[in-house]
């Protein structure tokens, strides 16, 4: 089977039974630099590739929960002036595979495995590299480097839990850690998934602060909460049973963290707060930046300072 599968029916045919003809026809109208990359016998990523005329670099955007890579669409556009941009959709989201957790488990740890086979498949070469990943995907970045320090020439995280602090958690969140509260937690997201799609990116803002998502971005995410069996919910529940044991092992060994690092926060997250951020970038000696009036979602929130961000990596 092919590696990197373009935009013909024998590639289609190969992906797993959700990418079917009609969703890879509708993703390739709207982006056509978007296909699929096979990372092993059970996981297709679907990615995003934007090249740049004569590219200074190579970034790598990684999503968080409910997202799918059509998040960074604009934002990719933008920089490709400059360097050539990757994004994908993790194991679980947007047109990605979703197998059995009996097969993959969707722990930090395992996204972290599917994080160096793109680096290696999609051939980036990583001393020009700058890693961004935000929510559920900034453990796993941190993870692989702890392992490969020189994955990348910079790490740029925000919005997320590196350590086992459940005070500094929203609810929900708290809850999805272990039993008996997780199950109930995990099946009330998916009774409830037109509301998350809806209003996960407002919570916590003032009514002057809220704003709409892109309809495609919107679109994209809800048309793939749900494929062959396993919803978006359902990915990020397996990911929180494992959650606690990774942070654990991170902390233990940030000494061994040597890859640059930077932390971004919104002031106004609620889901993680930014006291996370403060202990987290205090502990490794990295500069952090918490960003006024901003949320969960800085990309979407102040996307030109997400762009600033990437130019400033590369300085």
């Known amino acids: 089977m092919s590696k990197d599968k373009t935009a013909n029916a024998a590639?289609?045919?190969?992906?797993?039974?959700s990418h079917t003809?009609?969703?890879?026809?509708?993703?390739?109208?709207?982006?056509?630099?978007?296909?699929?990359?096979?990372?092993?016998?059970?996981?297709?990523?679907?990615?995003?590739?934007?090249?740049?005329?004569?590219?200074?670099?190579?970034?790598?955007?990684?999503?968080?929960?409910?997202?799918t890579l059509m998040v960074w669409k604009d934002i990719a556009t933008t920089l490709a002036h400059d360097y050539d941009v990757h994004a994908f959709d993790w194991p679980g989201y947007g047109q990605s595979s979703r197998p059995a957790s009996e097969r993959f488990s969707y722990a930090p740890r395992a996204y972290a495995r599917v994080l160096k086979a793109y680096i290696e498949?999609?051939?980036?070469?990583?001393?020009?590299?700058?890693?961004?990943?935000?929510?559920?995907?900034?453990?796993?970045?941190?993870?692989?480097?702890?392992?490969?320090?020189?994955?990348a020439r910079q790490i740029i995280v925000g919005d997320f839990a590196p350590f086992d602090r459940p005070h500094y958690m929203w609810e929900n969140l708290q809850n999805l850690k272990a039993e008996p509260s997780a199950s109930p937690t995990r099946a009330y997201m998916n009774k409830t998934s037109d509301e998350i799609l809806q209003n996960v990116h407002r919570r916590g803002l003032s009514p002057a602060e809220q704003f709409d998502?892109?309809?495609d971005?919107?679109?994209?995410?809800?048309?793939?909460?749900?494929?062959?069996?396993?919803?978006?919910?359902?990915?990020?529940?397996?990911?929180?049973?494992?959650?606690?044991?990774?942070?654990?092992?991170?902390?233990?060994?940030?000494?061994?963290?040597?890859?640059?690092?930077?932390?971004?926060?919104?002031?106004?997250?609620?889901?993680?707060?930014?006291?996370?951020?403060?202990?987290?970038?205090?502990?490794?000696?990295?500069?952090?930046?918490?960003?006024?009036?901003?949320?969960?979602?800085?990309?979407?929130?102040?996307?030109?300072?997400t762009v600033e961000d990437i130019h400033t990596s590369f300085r």
Do not use: C
């Not at 056509?32 to 934007?50: A, G, N, S």
């Not at 990583?126 to 320090?149: F, G, Q």
């Not at 951020?277 to 205090?282: K, P, S």
């Open 217 to 305: 971005v919107q679109q994209d995410m809800s048309h793939s909460w749900s494929r062959d069996g396993v919803t978006s919910a359902d990915a990020f529940a397996h990911y929180y049973a494992n959650f606690t044991r990774d942070q654990h092992y991170l902390e233990a060994n940030l000494d061994r963290l040597k890859t640059p690092v930077k932390v971004i926060w919104g002031e106004k997250d609620i889901y993680i707060s930014s006291e996370m951020g403060i202990e987290f970038a205090g502990k490794i000696g990295a500069k952090l930046d918490v960003l006024a009036g901003i949320g969960h979602f800085p990309h979407f929130q102040n996307p030109k300072q």
């Open 121 to 151: 498949r999609a051939a980036i070469d990583r001393s020009k590299l700058v890693i961004y990943a935000t929510d559920i995907a900034a453990l796993p970045a941190l993870l692989l480097a702890l392992e490969e320090p020189k994955i």
């Open 11 to 17: 590639s289609v045919a190969a992906t797993p039974s």
């Open 213 to 215: 998502l892109p309809i």
């Open 21 to 67: 003809a009609e969703a890879f026809t509708s993703t390739q109208a709207a982006q056509d630099t978007v296909d699929f990359i096979e990372i092993d016998e059970i996981l297709t990523l679907r990615r995003m590739v934007v090249r740049a005329p004569a590219p200074k670099g190579t970034v790598l955007f990684l999503h968080g929960f409910p997202e």
